[in-house]
């Protein structure tokens, strides 16, 4: 969402986001002319009930919030992103009184429940999810979606796809590599080792400790084999306790929490990014934004199989393994560690597959459609009208 508001910014417009407000952050402030308004509500990981709280004080807010921001400014296009996917319906007033609403499914609702709680899909809580799916896209002007195995099946359920674009979640590569700092914890590239390196949420859904099993199996085959995580979660301890279990302790380094600035300065100290994430019938559909910060740094890729990500990158493209397999993934580790000509296949490989999908092309895309002037047309000089965007997660 940022990169799409500074996007909006950067091109001549008036954009004001609202948004739910971090823990100990501001209720206004302005970020590269950027005008965030925030509620006094945090976001918070838990159960169903915590999240409809969540969902229906936003959604309430904005109802209200928005009309009286209409009183100083006309906004020409509300920028809706779930979850959830009724929030739509809360700029309806903007909506009666010119606005176009843009609807960003950046998630599926349905697969995400049926993921997160072991929901049937039968059951009739995801019947009602996938109603209120299907009239929240109807009642929107537009419809984004982040890639198009999501866009097949949000079609199969009833989306116009003539009214839907795919604004898919790339890497700003100006933003990723211009803000690079250097670790505070200097880690200096050690050429007699050979480094796989994962970073962010640490998550079962994320598989990580697939990942240590494989480094065991393989420990014997590459002992000179290591794997750095970077990043916090519930599964820290668990995966320091699987490590030591297997006796490879001193293999698998948890680094703990790294700010987003040093993470390009990280990356340059591995071998190999990996993303060992689990498949379900969420995730096959997931595109981590994390594999294109690989590409970008010019590191191949150890991935699972997973349905989107093989849709836009081919079987020669990406070092894939079967996903919840740890031997699969472990026979990948020693063929790359053992290949290192393969490694820089892989690179270049990956990097021509990923510049159809770039951002450059993506933001020229969102303009486009917020402008209104068709997917493909890239406006030269935006008026200066506004736009809004509102995200609930």
Request: contains cysteine.
């Amino acid at each position: 969402m940022r990169r799409k508001a500074e996007a909006l910014a950067e091109a001549g417009y008036v954009v004001d986001v609202l948004s739910l407000r971090a823990p100990g952050g501001k209720k206004r402030y302005s970020l590269n002319d950027v005008n965030v308004r925030t509620v006094a509500l945090s976001k918070r990981r838990g159960s169903l009930a915590r999240y409809l709280i969540e969902y229906a004080t936003f959604f309430l807010w904005v109802l209200f919030r928005v009309p009286l921001q209409m009183l100083s400014r006309r906004y020409d296009a509300i920028d809706v992103n779930t979850l959830p996917d009724f929030l739509v319906f809360a700029p309806i007033i903007a909506k009666w009184m010119g606005a176009r609403v843009i609807l960003d499914m950046h998630e599926i609702t349905p697969e995400f429940y049926m993921s997160k709680y072991g929901v049937a899909a039968d059951s009739f809580t995801i019947r009602l999810l996938t109603w209120l799916e299907r009239i929240s896209f109807q009642f929107a002007d537009r419809v984004i979606t982040i890639n198009r195995p999501i866009e097949d099946l949000l079609v199969s359920r009833g989306l116009d796809r003539a009214r839907s674009a795919i604004i898919m979640n790339a890497v700003d590569e100006a933003r990723f590599v211009g803000h690079c700092a250097a670790p505070e914890v200097p880690v200096e590239p050690d050429r007699e080792k050979f480094v796989m390196m994962y970073h962010g949420t640490l998550t079962h859904l994320y598989g990580l400790d697939i990942a240590v099993e494989a480094l065991a199996i393989s420990h014997s085959d590459i002992p000179e084999a290591e794997l750095w995580i970077l990043g916090s979660g519930t599964e820290e301890e668990a995966l320091a306790s699987l490590a030591a279990e297997r006796g490879i302790a001193s293999k698998v380094r948890l680094l703990g929490q790294v700010p987003p600035a040093e993470i390009p300065a990280w990356l340059s100290r591995c071998d190999v990014g990996i993303l060992p994430i689990r498949r379900d019938v969420f995730l096959d559909f997931a595109f981590p934004n994390k594999l294109p910060e690989f590409i970008i740094a010019g590191k191949p890729v150890l991935v699972s199989r997973l349905a989107a990500i093989r849709y836009y990158f081919p079987e020669d493209v990406l070092a894939y393994f079967e996903p919840n397999d740890p031997a699969d993934l472990a026979k990948q580790m020693i063929g790359l560690c053992r290949n290192r000509p393969r490694c820089v296949e892989l690179v270049d490989k990956a990097r021509e597959a990923y510049k159809p999908i770039r951002w450059e092309i993506m933001k020229r895309r969102y303009l486009a459609l917020v402008g209104a002037r068709g997917i493909d047309a890239i406006p030269e000089k935006p008026a200066p009208v506004s736009a809004t965007g509102v995200k609930a997660e």
